[in-house]
């Protein structure tokens, strides 16, 4: 966290939300997965293609050192050594930690905006993993061409790297620019205003008419050749493993016992992210209209460099691991579903999915099942609800004393907003609403199952089952519906709302929904429910809304074929569900804002 705070804040860029998961299978392997949007005119869009041969390949920003050497060689490809099954730090793994310098990195944005702005580069690329190995390769694998690269133009912090070091460092905040030599003078005048260090280390090539681009590592620009590579050999040609895959053996299923005091169960459950999202700045350009804390976040498009508009951007970021490791396929699509709902929630029409694909060893045969299952899953989901998947990464082998931990898709969904003059809803009812169910109450057998739910397994430990199915048409149905409602309010439209609050049901089910959504008013509620097993299941596709029109909303529901029902009326200092529950609004407080404090023992 501190690491997050310390950099986003530092560098100017708003933390805006994010999703948090205890589980023991992280305790040796802690992920941390981070997705970072920006937005851009079209017409300064440059992507990271090396053409033009005889153009300059140009390292800006930091000096190369041996920080981050081994970060994608060792950590992706071997788990952590253990003994007796417990994990133990391997200290050959030590160094691929990477230094980071937050103003360094600030200096380094602002000179290649004005760079792009400028026009002055042709193509660009940060440096990741494998450091100059990887953008050089890369950004001359897609302009089909060749680059030649002097090792010892390379600007360094430590004296006596070796050429393997120098291109395989993934020291931070570095950028790769090709440029024309008609503009290096340009360019490295910019950078000397920004104080970024601007070094040409290498020139794009001709490519062979038989062998393509040649990616060639010399000891000075006429010096020896250190290596000799097709460009495209890295790039593009990566081996394509096709190992044994194994479904995991089932474990033995047992009957979830329903709940019998339903009120320690949502006092339990219920956990704010506040901890955690109070060390975040999120109003960083003014642009937030609903941060960490709802169900999605929502920006307003608009900043410096970027044309008015009156469009909105919203994000969420989702996973379930005790989803996924019940059933991988069929967990990756409820965890998309939830994100496609969470931005239906603040009036936004998905449109695009990032991805980061975390597992144990693909070695073990179990584990290369559970990845496979998971794109599969996703992609299927993908093409029904007609989502492009636009980047992510992979993170493999996260085991630790041969314990792998569960597959974890954390899935990032972008959505737009038309028009966004006002914010939407959020989940403070009003005194006298009506509350409505929008979606199916049951399974389709009739059911209230809590197997693969959050209650059953922080509450019974119960780890086996079926998870839920989704019909995925119903569902785009029901989560555009809601974000038509919700577009009505943050659009400025002038008709009586139809909704004064609205929030999915996930996560915990319809009583954490409920709860959550009374602490965000500070006003109770009293609802009809006899099912303690309704109150936790987590049936996807629903929405709990709060209305003052149910007639109207239920109508128009149901033109659509959805199903709604009314629950209830928000009102009161307690929170009342049939003979299941009764809590005073403020220990749902309590519990909401200290339980995850209690946890990390910062109460």
């Keep these: 966290m501190s690491g997050i705070s310390g950099y986003g804040n530092s560098v100017g860029v708003p933390t805006v939300g994010g999703e948090l998961t205890f589980d023991h299978c992280y305790a040796q392997n802690p992920l941390v997965n981070v997705l970072c949007m920006g937005a851009l005119p079209t017409d300064r869009l440059v992507l990271g293609i090396a053409s033009g041969p005889g153009n300059l390949a140009v390292l ?280 496609v709902a969470n931005l239906a929630c603040v009036g936004a029409t998905a449109v695009a999915v990032v991805n980061c694909l975390n597992f144990g060893n693909p070695e073990h045969p179990e584990v290369m099942w559970q990845l496979s299952e998971c794109i599969d899953g996703l992609a299927e989901a993908c093409r029904a609800l007609s989502l492009p998947v636009i980047g992510g990464n992979v993170s493999l082998y996260n085991e630790s004393g041969g314990a792998d931990i569960d597959p974890t898709p954390v899935l990032g969904v972008l959505g737009l907003v038309d028009v966004l003059v006002a914010p939407p809803p959020g989940l403070a009812w009003e005194e006298g609403d009506t509350l409505v169910l929008l979606g199916t109450r049951a399974a389709p057998d009739g059911s209230f199952s809590l197997e693969g739910s959050r209650w059953a397994t922080e509450r019974r430990q119960h780890r086996s089952g079926t998870l839920p199915a989704v019909d995925l048409e119903r569902h785009a149905t029901a989560c555009a519906f809601v974000a038509g409602l919700v577009g009505t309010i943050v659009s400025g439209d002038h008709e009586p709302p139809l909704l004064s609050a609205v929030h999915d049901v996930s996560s915990g089910g319809l009583a954490v929904a409920l709860g959550e959504m009374a602490v965000s008013a500070g006003t109770g509620c009293a609802v009809a429910l006899d099912d303690p097993s309704e109150l936790f299941t987590e049936v996807p596709s629903r929405f709990v809304v709060a209305t003052a029109m149910p007639d109207d909303l239920c109508t128009r529901a149901e033109h659509l074929g959805l199903a709604a029902f009314v629950l209830g009326r928000a009102g009161g200092d307690r929170v009342v569900v049939g003979d299941l529950l009764d809590l005073p609004v403020e220990a749902l407080r309590e519990a909401h804002e200290g339980n995850l404090a209690r946890l990390v023992g910062d109460s």
């Design 60 to 339: 800006l920003g930091s000096s190369t050192g041996r920080d981050g050497i081994g970060g994608v060689s060792v950590l992706a490809s071997a788990g952590f050594a253990g003994a007796d099954g417990a994990a133990a730090a391997d200290d050959t793994k030590r160094p691929s930690v990477q230094v980071g310098d937050p103003f360094e990195e600030k200096r380094l944005i602002e000179a290649c905006l004005e760079l792009l702005d400028k026009k002055l580069v042709v193509g660009i690329q940060d440096l990741g993993g494998a450091g100059l190995a990887c953008a050089t390769s890369e950004t001359a694998g897609r302009g089909g061409v060749g680059m030649d690269v002097d090792v010892t133009a390379v600007p360094l912090r430590e004296e006596g790297m070796e050429p393997w070091e120098v291109m395989t460092s993934e020291s931070q905040e570095r950028m790769l620019a090709i440029v024309t030599p008609d503009s290096w003078a340009a360019v490295a005048e910019i950078c000397a205003t920004w104080e970024v260090r601007a070094t040409v280390v290498g020139k794009v090539t001709a490519p062979d008419p038989a062998e393509g681009g040649r990616l060639r590592i010399r000891d000075g620009f006429d010096g020896a050749i250190l290596a000799d590579v097709p460009a495209a050999s890295l790039s593009d040609d990566a081996p394509l493993y096709d190992r044994p895959r194994r479904r995991p053996a089932a474990q033995a299923s047992q009957a979830v016992v329903p709940p019998e005091d339903c009120a320690a169960d949502l006092l339990s459950l219920l956990r704010s992210p506040r901890w955690v999202y109070r060390q975040y700045d999120h109003q960083l350009f003014l642009n937030t209209v609903v941060g960490p804390g709802g169900d999605a976040a929502l920006l307003r498009l608009a900043g410096p460099g970027l044309p008015p508009s009156a469009r909105g951007v919203a994000v969420t970021t989702d996973s379930n691991p005790r989803y996924c490791a019940l059933d991988p396929r069929l967990g990756t699509v409820l965890t998309l579903a939830e994100g």
